[in-house]
């Protein structure tokens, strides 16, 4: 069975101010899914964008999209995001008193559902819940801020996690979301990694599409 690599740029490295041809310019390239980050100043030290710019992008994309939400009380929007065509949302583990029931919420909804940890959160903490996720996206820095640099605990946190999910018989992806560049790409597929989120190494290189197409490849 080959190796799962799926691509989601993510679109807070984009040129809003030319945002329809950044969307076109993803749908004519190999990614699977288009990553949004969704800030509110509160959980993460920065504010994005939110429900209308989603939407927008929705009308826009033929990619399934995959809305991170690094807000507090992520559970009061799940209709919402359903409500504009989230495919898949994910919600941070440190943000969610009643993580089970959020997550059995998104799902009800038809959504994919998926849980995030912060670089500090260890793995183990999802034990009573990974079989219920579709997908665990490991934060390689800290959120809040694209272009940061990878953090190098990140791969073992990966290995752990890949265990984890084997020794639950859960089918959740694993998502890597910071500091992903073709120069990591590979460590991190055989860590355990199935879903690569890349900002700038997409958005401000010479060729977005190629450099798509290179972490496919890898």
């Known amino acids: 069975m080959d190796k799962i690599k799926l691509v989601a740029p993510s679109l807070l490295a984009a040129d809003f101010s030319n945002i329809k041809s950044e ?8 990614a699977d899914w288009l990553h949004l980050d969704v800030m509110d100043g509160v959980f993460v030290p920065n504010i994005s964008f939110g ?20 807000i507090v009380e992520p559970e009061k929007y799940i209709d919402a995001f359903h409500k504009i065509g989230a495919d898949l949302i994910n919600v941070h583990y440190e943000a969610s ?21 912060n670089p500090h ?24 801020f694209g272009g940061q ?20 018989n859960s089918k959740a992806l694993i998502e890597v979301d910071g500091g992903v560049t ?6 991190l597929y055989e860590a355990g990694a199935d879903v690569l989120v890349t900002g700038s190494y997409v958005f401000k290189s010479e060729s977005p599409i190629d450099a798509i197409k290179k972490l496919k490849s890898i």
């Not at 959160?121 to 665990?136: A, K, Q, R, Y």
């Not at 073709?182 to 460590?187: C, T």
């Open 149 to 168: 640099d990878f953090i190098e605990n990140s791969y073992r946190k990966i290995s752990e996690l890949k265990e984890l999910i084997l020794q639950k």
């Open 51 to 70: 429900i209308p710019v989603i939407e927008a992008v929705r009308s826009l994309t033929t990619k399934l999209l995959d809305v991170h939400l690094m």
């Open 97 to 117: 008193t009643h993580l089970h029931r959020t997550i059995h919420s998104i799902k009800t909804k038809g959504m994919k559902a998926g849980v995030t940890l």
């Open 121 to 144: 959160t260890p793995v183990h903490l999802l034990s009573d819940i990974v079989e219920d996720v579709d997908l665990v996206l490991i934060m390689s820095v800290n959120p809040g």
């Open 182 to 187: 073709d120069k990591n790409a590979k460590k």
């Open 23 to 30: 969307v076109e310019m993803i749908n004519k390239s190999e």
